[in-house]
């Protein structure tokens, strides 16, 4: 009687493993949205051209991030680029 239920669970396993094989290597070689990687971006100081955001926004997308959450942080120097590249754009 036991060695009848390591067989079917041994049948089970392989065939669960054999079923959920091919769509996860499928999924490695085309993740779903939900799994590519995301990034935080941190502007300091607002030490940021218009051409360094377009260069990088541009190299995230060749390396596959889908998303970024972008901060401003102050660290007490005077704001360079962002603040040029807004008050241009007001």
């Known amino acids: 009687m036991k060695v009848m239920r390591l067989i079917l669970v041994i ?3 392989l065939n669960l493993s054999i079923t959920c ?9 085309d993740p779903p949205e939900r ?3 995301w990034c935080y971006w941190f ?3 607002g030490d940021i051209t218009e051409e360094g955001i377009t260069k990088y ?3 995230m997308k060749e390396l ?3 998303q970024a959450i972008i901060m401003h942080v ?3 120097r ?3 680029g962002l603040s040029r590249i807004l008050e241009h754009k007001a």
């Open 35 to 37: 799994t590519r990687p």
């Open 11 to 13: 049948l089970f396993l």
């Open 43 to 45: 502007f300091l100081d």
């Open 78 to 80: 005077p704001n360079t």
């Open 74 to 76: 102050q660290n007490g």
């Open 64 to 66: 596959g991030v889908q």
């Open 21 to 29: 094989g091919d769509g996860l290597e499928d999924e490695f070689r």
């Open 57 to 59: 926004l541009e190299k």
